[in-house]
């Protein structure tokens, strides 16, 4: 069983940076693929970034070049470093585990889900 928690959420400001964190529990943390997915009020969860177990990542349109994924296996966490934030990136950020170390853009590619943090970037 793979337990995950984010952290470092809050409130900024539009342009401003914040970095999520992700820590799991288990011991095949280096051998999964993790992802970070978003769900703004009112909207379906939608993918972010992820990064395979060899560290190859993958990024949605939406934040390519201001958002960048980042893993240590030795902590057992993944980040997400988000800078030049927009009020359009307001959401519920979760992260995610793969059972395998290939990286997915669906939702449904991920076994583990943390409850999530909120970002909240204001205008």
């Known amino acids: 069983q793979v337990q995950l928690v984010e952290s470092g959420g809050g409130l900024v400001q539009a342009g401003g940076s914040l970095r999520l964190s992700c820590a799991s529990s288990g011991r095949t943390f280096s051998s999964r693929a993790l992802g970070w997915f978003r769900r703004a009020p009112g909207k379906e969860r939608e993918f972010v970034a992820a990064?395979?177990?060899?560290?190859?990542?993958y990024y949605a349109d939406s934040v390519k070049g201001r958002f960048t994924i980042s893993r240590d296996n030795a902590r057992d966490t993944v980040y997400l470093q988000m800078n030049t934030l927009k009020p359009e990136d307001t959401a519920v950020y979760f992260c995610a585990a793969r059972a395998y170390g290939s990286l997915s853009d669906s939702d449904r590619a991920y076994l583990y889900w943390g409850p999530g943090t909120q970002v909240t970037v204001s205008s």
């Open positions: 990064i395979s177990s060899g560290g190859t990542t």
